[in-house]
Structures are given as structure tokens and as C-alpha cells.
């Protein structure tokens, strides 16, 4: 089994930033993506930013140039640091690890959530 634990989610204001932090543990054999995606309230859950494992990213156009992944191989965990935000960056963040489990198994889990929440 496979866990994923969020963190660094709150409330600012807007124009501040907020870090999330995503670890992953368990019977993990490889990972090849790990990923923040975002729900608001009445909206489809969307891809925020993804990273493979060989370092390459995808953006959503509506935080390139404010939000940067990236991750730590060696202990599976992935970062997102958002600067810039805005009101309309306010959802509930989830994080998504993709890859193999030690049993072979295709691994796509996904985290809790952790809310963050942009003031105007």
C-alpha cells in the first residue's frame, strides 16, 4: 500500500505565496510522475503542474510563470511552490504520484487534500 501525505496548504493573501509539500511512502518500486491537481468548489478537478521522472514539467497556462514543481527522488516527494497567487487559485490541492508498486502492481495514488485558500 501506498501513502501519500500533503502538507503547507492555509490561507494568504493574494499576491503571497505558499509552498506544498507532498511525501510519498510504502511499497513503492518506481515512480514516474508525481503531480498537483486542484478542485474548487462546483469545478472539475484540474492539473495544476506534473513532473516526470526524468525532470521534465507541464504547467496549467494559468500558473506558468508563478508556480514551480519540482521533486526529490531520493525521498519521493514533490514540491509546489506558488508565488503570485490569486482568488482564483483558492481549491482544494491534491496530490498525485504515478509508477509501479513493489508488488508490480500500476501505482496512481492519490493524497488527501490540503486546502488553500487566496484572499482578495
Known amino acids: 500500500q501506498v501513502q501519500l501525505v500533503e502538507s503547507g496548504g492555509g490561507l494568504v493573501q493574494a499576491g503571497g505565496s505558499l509552498r506544498l509539500s507532498c511525501a510519498a511512502s510504502g511499497s513503492i518500486f518506481n515512480i514516474n510522475a508525481m503531480g498537483w491537481y486542484r478542485q474548487a468548489p462546483g469545478k472539475q478537478r484540474e492539473l495544476v503542474a506534473r513532473?516526470?521522472?526524468?525532470?521534465?514539467?507541464n504547467y496549467a497556462d494559468s500558473v506558468k510563470g508563478r508556480f514551480t514543481i519540482s521533486r526529490d527522488n531520493a525521498k519521493n516527494t514533490v514540491l509546489l511552490q506558488m508565488n503570485s497567487l490569486k482568488p482564483e487559485d483558492t481549491a482544494v490541492y491534491y496530490c498525485?504520484?504515478?509508477?509501479?508498486?513493489?508488488?508490480?502492481?500500476?501505482?496512481?495514488?492519490w493524497g488527501q487534500g490540503t486546502q488553500v485558500t487566496v484572499s482578495s
Open positions: 513532473i516526470h521522472s526524468g525532470g521534465s514539467t
Open positions: 498525485n504520484v504515478q509508477g509501479t508498486t513493489g508488488w508490480g502492481t500500476i501505482m496512481d495514488s
